[in-house]
């Protein structure tokens, strides 16, 4: 019988990720319009605005997740490295494995141990890892999630008793561990206090040398502290949302060009 070929070593090359002219819907409403948007490789581009102008969407249509939905319909491409993550030859589970998701709540699978939500999306993408392996994997993903000090010794516990904010990092440790090439967060602090919130933010700046990552955030300050790049969402008056400026971090924040987006980051509204 032929051996399983491991995938747990194919270490992915970082990858940028593209939007073009991405358009959604739910039923009939309009939710986002011709958003076009180039998030580069191995960097953090931070998604801003308020509430209900379509970031979540928008980020849910990065990793095919907006389909999920029964209305929902979208136009538009989305690539990665030039690839339409949408073409009809692309499985849904190839485009998800290469963009992993981490959400606003920690949602590892509590009764697990620890070492084994690290490993859980292994099966679900076909990876075929051997125990040593396994290990090797769980020790470096718990590392890059900044999370393996504190769990080294007890890596059988249940995920379920871990914190709140050390099971954000659990959550960063199983997305990793499937060696995605882009890594997208809804608002992954949001649940968190002010020492967890600055624990997932130092991760998500180590982690950027591996991954590109896009971050949905309403907290001002986490953007300017993560981001490299920041997208300003805007759905006035009940037109769908677009994207009003996007630009490097410093410059959407000491001089942008839009005036919408120079109230929107000192507080002015949203
Ligand atoms: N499952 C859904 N069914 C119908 N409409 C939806 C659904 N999800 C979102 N919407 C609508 O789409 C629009 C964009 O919502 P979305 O959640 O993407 O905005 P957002 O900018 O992420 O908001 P927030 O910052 O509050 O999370 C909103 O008007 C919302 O009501």
Redesign the pocket.
């Known amino acids: 019988m032929k051996e399983p070929v491991s995938l747990v070593d194919a270490r992915p090359r970082l990858a940028s990720l593209e939007a073009r002219a991405v358009s ?1 819907w ?2 009939d ?1 309009k ?2 319009d011709r958003v076009s948007l180039l998030m580069p490789a191995g960097k953090v581009t931070a998604l801003i ?12 249509i990065l990793n095919r997740m907006h389909e999920l ?1 029964p ?2 319909s979208l136009a538009g491409e989305v690539l990665v490295d030039e690839v339409d993550i949408y073409d009809a030859g692309l499985r849904i589970t190839d485009a998800r494995r290469q963009i992993g998701m981490v959400f606003q709540k920690p949602n590892p699978f509590p009764a697990m141990s620890i070492q084994d939500n690290v490993t859980a999306g292994l099966v679900l993408t076909g990876i075929k890892a051997g125990k040593a392996e396994r290990a090797d994997l769980v020790e470096e993903c718990l590392t890059k999630a900044g999370l393996w000090n504190e769990v080294k010794d007890r890596l059988r516990q249940p995920g379920g008793g871990l914190s709140g904010g050390q099971q954000q990092r659990l959550c960063i440790a199983r997305s990793l561990a499937v060696r995605p090439r882009i890594l997208l967060m ?2 992954p602090c949001s649940a968190l206090d002010p020492t967890s919130t600055r624990r997932i933010e130092q991760t998500i700046q180590e982690l950027a040398a591996d991954v590109t990552i896009v971050i ?1 955030t ?1 907290n001002m300050q986490q953007a300017a502290r993560v981001s490299d790049q920041c997208a300003f ?1 805007l ?1 006035e008056a009940g037109t769908p ?1 677009v994207i009003v400026e996007h630009g490097p971090t410093d410059l959407m924040f000491e001089a942008p060009q839009d005036q919408r987006t120079m109230d929107y980051v000192n507080g002015v509204f949203g």
């Open positions: 959604a739910f039923g409403r939710v986002l605005g308020p509430s209900g102008c379509g970031k979540s969407t928008f980020l849910r939905v209305s929902a809804d608002e949905v309403h969402f759905a949302g």
